[in-house]
């Protein structure tokens, strides 16, 4: 049985290799792929592009250094921040796009910090700022990466930590490094973040400057929020 299948996997491999170089004797000189090159508004900073992503409608979003672009397989509209404007997004440097489980866009923010959200069906923004006043704010600083858990937590990188944001109740609690305490982070420059298929939260952290720290893998414990 076992020479069965090495004959049949054997002939797989050579018919493959046929195929490959039959292809590239044949059609290498014809292969002339197309790229369409598209220009946002915004000059080189809207040009800049950090993050790509397809909502349910069909609607591609593109987030740059200079605002959040949709695109609509025609057109380009652009959404900039207005200082005066609570329903615009909370800056236009964004790091980081990622779409949830309940069709919301969430954007993080490089430049000018804090967190936002976009409601498709209200077709508003909201905006999450730290308040020094307020412990259960996000932690302040530059925002990274955006991922949602299991139980429909956002959780947002920065470089102090992680902010986790309950979205039925507004409310954010932090996790940070202690030196003291090694069921913390293991650094504060959080740079990675990714649920797994068994619902595990990871997160990598560290950066290659910190030549006296080290960064680390860390392992989300939800039953005693530690890691």
Not at 177 to 182: C, K, M, P
């Amino acid at each position: 049985m076992m020479n069965k299948f090495l004959i049949a996997f054997l002939l797989l491999v050579s018919v493959g290799n046929l195929f490959a170089q039959n292809l590239e004797i044949k059609d290498i000189e014809s292969f002339n792929p197309a790229f369409e090159k598209f220009e946002l508004p915004g000059g080189p900073l809207g040009n800049s592009i950090q993050g790509i992503l397809q909502d349910s409608i069909g609607f591609m979003w593109f987030a740059s250094q200079a605002g959040l672009h949709r695109y609509d397989g025609r057109d380009f509209l652009t959404f900039n921040t207005d200082p005066n404007n609570p329903n615009t997004i909370n800056s236009d440097y964004i790091e980081d796009i990622y779409l949830d489980s309940k069709g919301k866009i969430w954007l993080s923010h490089w430049s000018g910090g804090g967190l936002t959200s976009y409601d498709p069906d209200l077709g508003g923004f909201t905006r999450y700022i730290h308040d020094p006043d307020d412990p259960e704010s996000i932690m302040a600083n530059e925002t990274g990466e955006i991922i949602e858990d299991a139980d429909g937590y956002i959780w947002v990188s920065a470089r102090t930590g992680i902010s986790r944001l309950d979205p039925q109740t507004g409310k954010f609690k932090r996790f940070y490094h202690d030196t003291e305490d090694a069921t913390t982070l293991s650094n504060q420059e959080v740079r990675g973040l990714y649920v797994d298929k068994d619902k595990v939260l990871w997160v990598a952290t560290g950066m290659p400057w910190q030549v006296d720290t080290l960064g680390g893998l860390n392992k989300y414990i939800p039953q005693s929020e530690t890691f």
